[in-house]
């Protein structure tokens, strides 16, 4: 491992590519009224909302896509094209004129996110494993924090001046950076360790990923969690001004739940170094599961629209647990499949996304003005990822030496 790639570089670089993936939500909500009545939707209409769902279906489908290209080529120049359509993306989006020109480009924006997005445990894998693995992938996630905390304030500063269109340009610019760091940083999988690209090679590859129980059912595990903060992701903006009437107060608190999650990730890496990797994330939902049905009971209790900041106080600790499995379970895994990294890291990644938005879609559509729906749909997902984290950890000297077995090549 070169100097370049220390662990703090790493931590910086994986964290600068997650947020890569997450500018192109980020900088979406606080502009929804703005780009609705510019690409012909009135004012309101709930089909704005689409910018966001097909940017994360082409961020689903372009990881499973891109996953074996990865362990074939290399990280670097695999990177390197998806961050190409990244800025195609971009730079249509914001030149679109109406409604379906604009769901065109935004899917090729979230296929171009795809690539940054599946680097983050990809490159990871590359360089550490286990618990060191876990911990380091919490750190990153705290790092990236930094861009969902900000993003929204910056673009609600540049709102109040200028247009969304000069917003979403900035993702051009972000793309361009990636570029040029992709390259400055190197390359993290060995020439000897490259795949073959075919459909055999490919298809067993498939098979030990969804035979080997331990990364089948984390990658579940984290759906559900994901799942549940997908919700939180395409409704709050809409709980925030329809439930609550604080839609002025959006961006600000939006971001500032942000801190105590990032301060969460750090806080987790003496827990994983104390306790391990799978108790600190049976922890964590079990934690969560309490918060939610504390949550549900209070929405009950209160017809749908409980005190707001006894609701927020819940769904954001609620919140900070459910997001601390997503970098401790990826790690867990991820694991056993050694140079699978790239194309176990797409399934993991296309796989969690996709179920995901679509546990978002189901329970958001519900959401009109009570918070009931959120609520419940946060129990659920809980208690269905803790009871995954239990298949995923049963027989698991089993799953180890299943998946220690000869790797296609």
Not at 156 to 175: C, D, K, M, N, P
Request: net charge neutral.
């Amino acid at each position: 491992m070169s100097s370049k790639q220390s662990q703090i570089n790493v931590i910086f670089y994986l964290a600068f590519l997650n947020g890569l993936t997450a500018f192109g939500v980020d900088a979406s909500l606080p502009a929804f009224d703005e780009i609705g009545p510019d690409i012909g939707l009135l004012d309101g209409s709930s089909r704005i909302s689409l910018i966001i769902t097909i940017y994360i279906i082409g961020v689903a489908i372009g990881q499973i896509i891109c996953g074996p290209f990865v362990d074939r080529f290399g990280r670097g120049s695999t990177l390197r094209f998806g961050l190409g359509l990244y800025m195609a993306g971009a730079l249509g989006s914001l030149l679109s004129q109406n409604l379906l020109s604009m769901l065109i480009f935004r899917l090729l924006w979230g296929l171009g996110s795809s690539f940054p997005a599946s680097m983050r445990t990809t490159i990871a894998r590359d360089i550490y494993s286990g618990d060191e693995m876990a911990k380091v992938m919490s750190k990153i996630m705290a790092v990236f924090l930094l861009g969902p905390i900000i993003t929204p304030l910056i673009s609600e500063a540049f709102l109040s001046f200028t247009s969304w269109r000069f917003v979403y340009s900035l993702g051009i610019l972000l793309g361009g950076v990636g570029i040029l760091w992709s390259i400055w940083f190197g390359e993290t999988l060995p020439s000897a360790n490259r795949r073959n690209l075919n459909w055999n090679t490919t298809s067993k590859a498939f098979r030990k990923i969804f035979s080997t129980r331990i990364t089948t059912g984390y990658i579940l595990a984290v759906t559900f969690g994901q799942g549940a903060f997908l919700i939180w992701l395409s409704s709050s903006q809409p709980i925030f001004d329809h439930v609550f009437g604080k839609a002025n107060q959006f961006a600000v608190i939006f971001s500032i739940l942000g801190i105590p999650t990032a301060v969460a990730f750090f806080a987790s890496n003496n827990f994983i170094s104390i306790f391990g990797a799978k108790r600190v994330a049976i922890f964590s939902i079990g934690f969560s599961f309490l918060l939610n049905t504390a949550s549900l009971i209070v929405a009950l209790l209160s017809g749908g629209v409980p005190n707001f900041w006894i609701w927020l106080v819940l769904t954001g600790f609620s919140n900070i647990f459910l997001s601390l499995l997503t970098p401790i379970g990826l790690s867990l895994a991820l694991e056993p499949m050694g140079d699978l990294a790239g194309t176990a890291s797409g399934v993991a990644g296309a796989t969690s996304l996709g179920g995901a938005a679509l546990l978002a879609t189901i329970f958001s559509s519900q959401i009109k003005h009570t918070v009931t729906p959120l609520a419940l749909g946060y129990l659920l997902c809980s208690i269905i990822s803790l009871f995954l984290i239990f298949y995923a950890e049963s027989n698991i000297e089993k799953n180890i030496d299943k998946a220690e077995t000869e790797t296609p090549q």
